[in-house]
């Protein structure tokens, strides 16, 4: 069983920045691609960043390229999406997800089997 719980969320100005995590239990963590995705009120889910198992490959949503991170540490089980220069439209909640087969680089959100709870992002204008 995976569990996800995603953490970091809040309030933010415009400009500034946020640094959401995820803890991931589970014995074959380390094996799975992890994404971010993001969904506001009225509005479908949204891919944001996805990570190999490996840490090597990354993908972002052109929206977000240059200002967001993602990252992992296999060791803590844990990946992280550190997020500069909000905009108001980056307001969503954000959920964490693993994909243990491997193919959600694409950021196609049916490959990712497990889900957390998600944590919610508010940017004021």
């Known amino acids: 069983q995976v569990q996800l719980v995603e953490s970091g969320g809040g309030l933010v100005q415009g400009g500034g920045s946020l640094r959401l995590s995820c803890a991931v239990s589970?014995?074959?963590?380390?094996?799975?691609?992890m994404g971010w995705f993001r969904q506001a009120p009225g509005q479908e889910r949204e891919f944001v960043a996805s990570?190999?198992?490996?840490?090597?490959?990354?993908r972002y949503e052109d929206s977000v390229k240059g200002r967001f991170t993602i990252s992992r540490d296999n060791a803590k089980n844990t990946v992280n999406l550190q997020m500069t220069s909000l905009k108001p439209e980056d307001k969503a909640v954000y959920y964490c997800?693993?994909?243990?087969?491997?193919?959600?680089?694409?950021?196609?959100?049916?490959?990712?089997?497990?889900w957390g709870q998600g944590t919610q992002v508010t940017v004021s204008s």
């Open positions: 990570i190999s198992w490996s840490g090597i490959r990354r």
């Open positions: 589970g014995r074959t963590y380390s094996s799975y691609t």
């Open positions: 997800a693993a994909d243990p087969r491997g193919f959600g680089m694409i950021g196609e959100w049916t490959e990712y089997d497990y």
